[in-house]
Nanobody
Framework: QQQLVESGGGLVQPGGSLRLSCAAS????????MNWYRQAPGKERELVAT???????SYIDSVKGRFIISRDNAKNTVYLQMNSLKPEDTARYYC???????????????WGQGTQVTVSS
């Protein structure tokens, strides 16, 4: 069994910053791409940022230049540094990763429970 546990959400004023963390645990041989998604009330879940296991990153247009995704492979952890936050960034943020539990098994798609980010004055 593999788990992803997010932390770092909270309430922040517009223009502020937050850093989300997501740690993977359980039986892990390797981790492929790691992603941050978000879902606002009444909206579909959207992919915010991706980082591959070689460090290649990608972002949706609305967060480019403000958010930075990074990972620490030794700690099986992915981060999302969020700067210049806007009210429209308010959502529940979910961590997602492709996890290989053993060398000869396929990658599994694993989700965290999410952490709430609220941007409001």
């Amino acid at each position: 069994q593999q788990q992803l546990v997010e932390s770092g959400g909270g309430l922040v004023q517009p223009g502020g910053s937050l850093r989300l963390s997501c740690a993977a645990s359980g039986k892990i041989f390797s981790i492929g791409a790691m992603n941050w998604y978000r879902q606002a009330p009444g909206k579909e879940r959207e992919l915010v940022a991706t980082i591959t296991n070689d460090g290649t990153t990608s972002y949706i247009d609305s967060v480019k230049g403000r958010f930075i995704i990074s990972r620490d492979n030794a700690k099986n952890t992915v981060y999302l540094q969020m700067n210049s936050l806007k009210p429209e960034d308010t959502a529940r943020y979910y961590c997602n990763a492709q996890v290989k539990p053993y060398r000869y098994l396929d990658f599994r798609n694993v989700w965290g429970q999410g952490t709430q980010v609220t941007v409001s004055s």
